[in-house]
């Protein structure tokens, strides 16, 4: 089995709000073999883009505006919808220390991943955050 195997036929949606840092995570994440990458550059237009796109879990940066991360979990988590309280959440960030990975769980974030993310690290939360929920 290739090393993007075990990603085909998943979607990610990548919520980022530098469009730069979203265009590298997209690149890494086809390369890796995600079927479908779905984007959005902030907090609400993430919730707009989860009802669209339904994907498999979601790649959220922490720091955005007008919506952080953190109001995205939390929006999510508090839906009527049971698929969305339960879709999981990677948070990226660059300040992934105790305070930060506390403040994640707290808000209902699934994993923390820091940034820069390279393809190994994409790969290893991916797979460890998808096999979670097979």
């Known amino acids: 089995m290739a090393a993007g195997d075990a990603l085909n036929g998943v979607s ?3 919520i980022e709000d530098e ?3 979203r265009m590298v995570l997209v690149r890494m994440l086809t390369g890796l073999g995600v079927a479908a990458v779905h984007q959005a550059a902030d907090g609400e237009s993430g919730l707009a883009a989860v009802d669209a796109h339904a994907p498999d879990l979601i790649l959220c940066d922490v720091e955005m505006q007008p919506m952080d991360g953190f109001g995205f979990v939390r929006s999510l988590r508090g839906s009527s919808d049971p698929r969305r309280r339960v879709l999981p959440v990677v948070f990226m960030t660059n300040r992934a220390d105790q305070d ?3 403040e994640a ?3 209902g974030a699934d994993a923390i991943l820091a940034k820069p993310a390279t393809p190994d690290t994409l790969r290893r ?3 460890e955050r998808l096999s979670a929920i097979a």
């Open 125 to 127: 939360v991916l797979n």
């Open 105 to 107: 769980e707290a808000s």
């Open 12 to 14: 990610v949606l990548v």
């Open 100 to 102: 930060r990975l506390a």
């Open 19 to 21: 469009s730069f840092t």
